[in-house]
């Protein structure tokens, strides 16, 4: 029997890599694969598509304004007095709706006029009557966040319409105070009718006035007590 032969595959021993192990270490990592290309080109594209559908938006909601803007010029709510035949045309279909108005002919010559939610309408005015109590001060600081003010009492008419709605109410801030030289002015810079309104008590410097019926009593501002505010109603 012949003797076993053991052939051996011997390479030359690359000595630069046996003194870089750093080189080792490199061969060793993982290598950029097509799925992760695949995966940052879809993300780039939906980075993409997400930026141009906010400036989509962005550009719908100008468009959207500007058109509310145009509609308001064309039909201006409070006087409702259109230039254009789409104006008219809105205007006649926003009475018609509104204001109940059947014929075509009274519908061109006509309007009406509405108050906002729980405000009460008399005349060209709304008013709204509080239920809970607070200084004179914070009471018209409550009416102007309203977009209103302290009542003004202008006339018996509307002295009477304020004694209905306020059922029996005893005392109602109104917007009447005294100036420094103790002289009874309302909230919005007119004198104060002696004649229609009667002020009980002593009158100071720094008074405000709480109605009760007729009569105005003078009273010191930092007392509480119900109110009533007043604004412009709106016409249509």
């Not at 009471?139 to 319409?161: P, R, T």
């Not at 009158?203 to 405000?208: E, L, N, V």
């Not at 709480?210 to 009569?215: V, W």
Request: glycine letters at 6%.
């Amino acid at each position: 029997m012949e003797d076993a032969q053991c052939y051996f595959n011997v390479r030359p021993v690359d000595h630069q890599r046996r003194r870089n192990p750093a080189t080792q270490m490199g061969d060793l990592l993982p290598k950029p694969c097509h799925s992760h290309l695949l995966i940052s080109g879809a993300a780039s594209i939906l980075i993409l598509m997400l930026v141009g559908t906010v400036a989509i938006l962005g550009i719908w909601a100008l468009q959207m304004k500007e058109t509310l803007n145009a509609m308001r010029e064309t039909c201006a709510f409070r006087t409702c007095s259109p230039e254009t035949e789409l104006g008219i045309e809105y205007c006649q279909t926003l009475r018609r709706f509104l204001c109940k108005i059947n014929d075509s002919y009274s519908i061109e010559n006509s309007s009406c006029r509405f108050c906002p939610e729980n405000w009460l309408l008399h005349e060209d005015k709304c008013f709204w009557v509080s239920k809970i109590k607070q200084t004179w001060n914070n009471s018209q600081k409550d009416c102007k966040e309203k977009d209103a003010q302290l009542v003004v009492v202008q006339g018996q008419e509307e002295m009477d319409f304020i004694q209905n709605i306020t059922e029996g109410a005893k005392l109602l801030w109104i917007g009447l105070a005294t100036s420094p030289a103790g002289n009874w002015t309302w909230v919005d810079g007119s004198p104060l009718n002696h004649t229609l309104l009667q002020v009980q008590g002593e009158s100071q410097a720094h008074s405000c006035g709480m109605l009760k019926r007729n009569k105005v009593i003078s009273e010191a501002c930092s007392a509480v007590t119900k109110w009533i505010c007043e604004k412009d109603s709106l016409l249509v």
